[in-house]
């Protein structure tokens, strides 16, 4: 009787968020049978009398009939009902939650079995009021709200899609956290605000003549104390569930509160005012983010520039960001892989974290990342959902490409969009051979984004590339996995194989002919969940290897660099130069090679650069157009217009500011030029383009006078902590407002 699709769900609690589920569901699916449970007759009454629910009852006599058992509950009775409900639930069936803590259950004394837990897929919709009650219950309440997934290892990937499903039948967006930050983070930002709520109401009513204080009582206060209206019982629960978090961040109040009242009582006006500045421009930076949602294209500021000082050191051992096309790739893979993948080493860039919001808005339940570290519970192949939006691929023409290849090939249209530099970006070169391949895909005018696709069934082709391009190969390859027959691309010179690499670590045969320079996939084949760890990117570890490169007494050790041999033309092109780089410590990571990398000062010559050398080096250019300004004599580039496509006009981008600080440069359309001498200081744009931004920063290293650098919001999209890695190393940059 109840097909996959329609299956029988208990709600157990109807209150506003249990009510607000049974209407949402039922307004999502007429004929779905919701069932319910609670102490007030009234309100079952009222929602069998609404038509929301089919039948009420006690829990006992319930839990047999459903496959999904909602625990629309306070905390600390979702642990009292678990072993009723285990006790008298299907075998099949599925429990979840909404309890706004989510570490109790697991260290409660009830002690629960992990069988038992594998069958409860905690979830926390961050939705809902101070109001409470069936009465209070509405059908879109969760519409384009957060809800917070925390699976467990135990639960089935299979299980965790289902609970994904049924909020995004409701309209909710299905992010992912681990219960430990999950309860961190709902101290500080819901748990502690209504703590507070409650203690100045108590605080005033507990003054003498509170009467007469509450009728004067204005907005303030109403604006203040709104949470305190909320539900006792649920928020007592939630105390004492959350009880070390909120311990933790109540500490860190009580002490604010400490300082706030010493700055009053010496009356410290200045300092006051500059807390009070820095808390209003934060809170209206949060609300302009998170609550007005504006077009995202207009959320990327570019104001952010970068002051460098001039001199400075490099020395030390650091590791910097994951590597940013790995860092795509595992989201991409174990998302349509059978089974859970863990990820360490994630770029937590913006580039990487809209490439996982893409993947969550296409069902994929995505835990983290937290330090680097995610969870991704594969849908499987032909497992994503039609996603309800344009995907928003940011700054990433990675992320584009290779998602055209994926969407190309799924049984649902989809349409994918970006920023300003992205908008402008080519992206015929993927819908061509797509098209080859019976795709569906519509460019905007001259063949930039957004890119309309209409998934197709594919065909497998041969395919030779007229560029060495990985995205391009990348984005054949992933359509290839859905294509009949076999998908072999050529390429006229090696470029990045991480796509090739990883797959076969995802257990799908991938042949690779080196000497015909060829990969080619076959469609049908499944992937299988693997571990990945990601190692550090070389091309943002191409601004410390030249900086320490060009800087006299630098001796810098680099960590766990990703080494792939088509990734190290940096490191060919520099050696060529007469840097002196060691490499130590080789060793194989996930299928990746991985070394540690130490480069101490050595004065550089200029080179011709080998056109072999382009594809390997494709993003490190703009650096290394800064070791070719302090080398000794010129570098000549041709064969790289490739790099007039990237997130800027590369060679122009460079020019313009090399020039500005009077180094001598010629351009060409495939080339530049570079005289090395002294560098003067000066104002340069980055034009957006983050890795401009950063090669001006390791400019400063050897330029006379201070550099201005701006335009650099987009740093973070491959190197979040850019800024404070230089810094630690001993350059003198910093990030301005
Ligand atoms: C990338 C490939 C390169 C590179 C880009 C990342 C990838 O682009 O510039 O930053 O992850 O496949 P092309 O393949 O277009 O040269």
Redesign the pocket.
Known sequence: MNDKNNKVVLIVGLGMIGGSIACGLKKAKPERRIIACDRDAQALQNAIDDGVIAECGELSALCPQADIIILAVPPLTVCELLPEVLKHMKSTAIITDVASVKSHIFTSSAQFSEEALAKFVPAHPIAGSEQSGYAAAVDDLFENRNVILTPHSGNSTDSVATINGLWRELGANVLGMTRVRHDEVLAATSHLPHLLAYAIVDVLLKQEQSEDIFRYAAGGFADFSRLASSDAKMWSDIFVANSAAVEKVLDDYIQSLLDFKKAIQKKEHVKLQESFETAKQTREKFISQHFKPKKQEEMISNKLSFSVQPGGQVAGTIRVAGD??IS?RSIILASIADGITRVTGFLEGEDALNTVAAFREMGVTIVGPENGELTIYGVGKNGLQAPRKPLYMGNS??AMRLLAGLLAAQSFNSELTGDESLMERPMNRVAGPLRSMGANIDTGDSGTPPLAIRGSKLQGFTYEMPI?????K?CLLLAGLYAEGETKILEPAP??D?TERMLQGFGYKVAVDAEEGSSAVSGGAELKATEIDVPADI?SAAFFLVAAAITPGSDLTLQHVGVNPTRIGVINILREMGASIESSNERLVGGEPVADLRVRYQPLKGIVISEAEI?LA??EFPVLFVAAACAEGETLLHGAE?LRV?ESDRIDAMAQGLKKLGVVVETFDDGIRIVGGDMGGGAVDSFGDHRIAMAFTVAGLRSESPIDIANCANVATSFPNFVELASEVGMRVSALK
Do not use: F, L, M
């Open positions: 940013k096309s795509h023409g990675t060495a391009s990985a995205q391009v990348s470029c990045r991480h091309s594809p494709i993003d490739e990237k």
